[in-house]
């Protein structure tokens, strides 16, 4: 079974970064187009950046200039450095394959931005 561990998140202030990271079986990042995804309290999970297999990349318009998707296939890992971090992106990140999430959701990792 696919197992999809995020981790990397934290209580940031405004304007701070963090970078979250997402491992998995091998292989499975090679061959996907795979993104992170973000649910905030109330609010329905939503896609925010995804990286295809080969380099094309997609942000959602929120997040677009400040966070920056990328992956190391040999390590299995996706990774999604923000930055100028807002109040707004509070919420838990998630990562899994675009457009559907093929695998199961992993417990994901809580960013806490404050004022």
């Known amino acids: 079974q696919v197992q999809l561990v995020e981790s990397g998140g934290g209580s940031v202030q405004v304007g701070g970064s963090l970078r979250l990271s997402c491992t998995g079986s091998a292989g499975i990042f090679r061959i996907n187009t795979m993104g992170w995804y973000r649910q905030a309290p109330e609010k329905q999970r939503e896609l925010v950046a995804s990286?295809?297999?080969?380099?094309?990349?997609n942000y959602a318009d929120s997040v677009r200039g400040r966070f920056t998707i990328s992956r190391d296939s040999a390590k299995n890992t996706v990774y999604l450095q923000m930055n100028s971090l807002k109040p707004e992106d509070t919420a838990i990140y998630y990562c899994n394959t675009v457009p559907q999430a093929l695998y199961s959701w992993g417990q994901g990792t809580q960013v806490t931005v404050s004022s």
């Open positions: 990286e295809r297999s080969g380099g094309r990349i």
